[in-house]
């Protein structure tokens, strides 16, 4: 007889500690993404190393563009997005003086090429920026405190994401098992 057995637990690491951020209101709009372009970066490495490629791509979209989230897909054990297939780290940015639109960058490992997905506002996982100047755990040091806190956490990593709350930098990777 089989059995399927879950756990969720949500563990949350502390990237580095902030003074507490106004909020930004956010603006739902019903816009779809808006188009799809390729750029000439890296594809390959930790969310730190491919986050300075974002952050110029985003510089160019709009020169106010602050990211506001970033998330690994299947991350490797060393935290980068090695682990096939479609290991992906997924950066977010808005223009706080343009609340229509904001812009994700896709950087799959096995892929030669990072894409851009320019998105509707209400549409972003995250509006509010990342203190990214307090960044202090990259993802490779973020999935090794995690596995040594809870072995539970499967390799690749599914899902892993910088996010602000509560005024604070985290890094969010959730861990569970499945049995029989």
């Known amino acids: ?102 812009v994700r960058f896709f950087y799959r490992g096995d892929s030669p090429e990072a894409r851009r997905l320019t998105v509707a506002f209400g549409s972003l996982p995250a509006t509010e920026p990342l203190e990214e100047r307090a960044w202090g755990y990259d993802s490779n040091k973020a999935v090794t405190a995690a596995r040594r806190l809870n072995a539970e956490i499967p390799t690749p990593v599914p899902m892993m994401e910088l996010v602000m709350e509560q005024g604070y930098l985290l890094w969010k990777i959730p861990a569970g098992i499945t049995g029989t």
């Open 1 to 102: 007889m089989n059995k399927l057995a879950g756990i969720f637990a949500l563990l949350t690491l502390t990237a580095c500690t902030t003074q507490p951020m106004a909020p930004m209101s956010s603006l739902n709009t019903g816009l779809q993404a808006r188009s799809i372009a390729r750029t000439d970066t890296p594809t390959l490495g930790t969310a730190k190393a491919l986050f300075e490629f974002a952050q110029q791509q985003a510089l160019t979209w709009s020169p106010n563009a602050v990211v506001t989230h970033i998330e690994g897909r299947n991350i490797s054990a060393t935290g980068r997005n090695e682990a096939a297939p479609n290991a992906t780290w997924v950066f977010t940015f808005v223009d706080p003086n343009n609340r229509n639109q904001g």
